[in-house]
């Protein structure tokens, strides 16, 4: 048998590393029209601020290494330029010696990847102006920041690797402002949570501009459309990519409605023989079973392995995807996974929103706040998606809540999970366990939540509400929620006398626990319409601050 594989990063290498492990007769050819194989695009930003102190540590396989471990041929600089699906051939041209030759398969395998997308923007092409995808860009940045020593530089993109950017620039000494055309950075987190990451990077020194566009480039600066011209010595496209499709047009593979080439379970396209992985095809959503695009490296290794299995007779299927992701932004680290709250809604679920604010290990052990937002289907009591906010133990959470999502769980299921616990680590009642059990609440009613967009709008409504503020006077005289009545705790239970049992009532605290057991205690006092502030006054303040 004789598999061609178009394309040897992430995808491509790990198709021919499980096809070897599976069969050893096959004949395996990698063609690749880059310089470098099996590299970490993830790893570039951290070359580029200095963490990373070598480029070739991103580089830590050549084509003589997977030749000598799995008998696999890999061709660097080798563009394939013509498919010939009837006859099973290819045109290959070297592109350092313009020689072209003709091979054939049995099986053909895209994992051509993903372009960068290239702003129309006059001056775009100035040799300060940089993509940022390969080693050989990364290598140029370097080699540009060292010669010319810029002092400003100007990011077009607030994804991950713009964000990624910003702190190591920022670390390397440049001045940096981003420039993002939506109104939020991050796309896949509801803006209620970015705006958490956008205080974040203005606090250590990024500038920001939202609902901004950069329409033209020059030596010194670039121009929004709004008008303003931004000092910059040097500019970085983190603009996003595309799935790089253009010879599977040509030869009529299908393309699914995200743009990459559209895969059944096994990555089968619909031509025989040829399959897709990795950052040109398709995934589909563990939650919905749409189809989605999200190129991360650790979806096309898996896509990879899965089709090297299948191609070798071996019984893997794809099983689907969340869009898990995390960033750090500086001593910040963001998590998300499964749908957020907006596209949840465009689904059709009927959903219960949850913001909890908890210390991710002991307070007395140096146990700072996490933000979690947590989004649940009422009717099913399945787990939706969760986005997170915090300085430490953000990964680990993230990835419970990933597990769990995988596995159908019910929110209800939280709680009962066996989590490590100590003190250095986390809390007695950790706080995936507490979204669990907040949520279960609110969706049985014992203890409904409201969150901060809802109640504002009830109010703005003209609707009779009783807020009650259940903190310390010293604390609500600090920040509270306009209208809010300031029973603490502590005297709710003879002061609840003063207040209306038949109007909607709603309790806040801090961050959610206090309000919950104000709620609790007016609850078994006959209140009928009772809802805790979801986050508490923390996320209501933090909400009226991202509106600004």
């Not at 530089?153 to 055309?181: C, H, P, S, W």
């Not at 990077?201 to 929004?224: H, M, R």
């Not at 007395?364 to 947590?374: P, Q, S, T, W």
């Amino acid at each position: 048998m004789k598999i061609i594989i178009i394309g040897s990063v992430a995808a491509g290498t790990s198709v021919a590393a499980k096809a070897r492990r599976n069969n050893e007769k096959a004949e395996i050819t990698l063609y690749n029209a880059d310089y470098d194989i099996s590299y970490s695009i993830c790893g570039i930003p951290y070359f580029l601020g200095g963490e990373v102190e070598e480029l070739e540590t991103l580089t830590p396989r050549s084509a003589a290494w997977f030749k000598k471990r799995y008998n696999v041929d890999i061709f660097t600089r080798h563009e394939v330029t013509k498919i010939d699906a009837e006859q099973k051939r290819v045109i290959v041209k070297n592109l350092d010696t313009n020689e072209v030759k003709e091979d054939i398969y049995d099986i053909l395998v895209f994992a051509t990847g993903a372009t960068p997308i290239t702003p129309t923007i006059s001056g775009v092409d100035e040799e300060h102006v940089f993509q940022v995808r390969t080693i050989q860009n990364t290598a140029a940045i370097d080699q540009f920041i060292k010669r010319s020593e810029p002092k400003k530089a100007i990011i077009i993109g607030a994804g991950y690797i713009g964000l990624e950017l910003a702190e190591q620039l920022t670390n390397r000494g440049l001045d940096v402002t981003i420039v993002q055309r939506s109104n939020h950075v991050m796309p896949h987190l509801d803006k209620d949570m970015a705006f958490r990451v956008e205080e974040h990077l203005v606090k250590k020194g990024v500038a920001l501009l939202l609902n901004e566009e950069v329409t033209a480039i020059n030596k010194e600066e670039v121009q929004t459309k709004s008008g303003k011209a931004i000092a910059s010595d040097i500019v970085i496209l983190a603009t996003g990519v595309r799935p790089n499709t253009r010879l599977a047009k040509e030869v009529g593979i299908k393309l699914g409605h995200t743009g990459a080439i559209a895969v059944n379970h096994k990555m089968q396209t619909n031509l025989p023989d040829i399959y897709a992985v990795g950052d040109v095809a398709e995934s589909y959503s563990v939650i919905t079973g749409k189809a989605i695009y999200r190129p991360l490296g650790s979806t096309a290794n898996k896509m990879g392995r899965i089709a090297g299995d299948v191609i070798t007779d071996g019984s893997l299927e794809h099983r689907g995807i969340l869009g898990t992701g995390i960033v750090r932004v500086f001593d910040l680290a963001v998590g998300q996974t499964g749908l957020n709250e907006k596209e949840a809604i465009e689904e059709g679920y009927d959903i219960e929103v949850l913001h909890n604010v908890k210390p991710s290990r002991a307070e007395y052990l140096g146990g700072k706040d996490i933000v979690i937002k947590a989004i649940a289907d009422k009717e099913s009591g399945k787990l939706l998606g969760v986005q997170i906010v915090g300085e430490d133990g953000v990964d680990k959470r993230i990835d419970v809540f990933a597990t769990a999502i995988t596995f159908k769980a019910k929110v209800q299921d939280l709680f009962h999970l066996d989590l490590a616990y100590a003190p250095p680590f986390s809390t007695t009642k950790d706080p995936v366990m507490y979204t669990g059990m907040a949520l279960q609440n609110a969706i049985e009613k014992k203890n409904k939540l409201i969150t901060p967009k809802e109640l504002e709008e009830r109010l703005l409504k003209g609707e009779a509400i009783q807020v009650i503020d259940t903190r310390a006077s010293k604390q609500y005289n600090v920040s509270k929620v306009e209208g809010a009545i300031n029973i603490p705790l502590g005297d709710i239970r003879t002061k609840a006398k003063e207040l209306n049992p038949e109007l909607p009532t709603v309790t806040y605290c801090n961050g959610g626990v206090t309000g919950n057991a104000v709620q609790n205690i007016l609850r078994n006092l006959g209140f009928s319409d009772i809802y805790n502030l979801s986050g508490g006054n923390k996320n209501y303040q933090s909400y009226l601050k991202s509106k600004q």
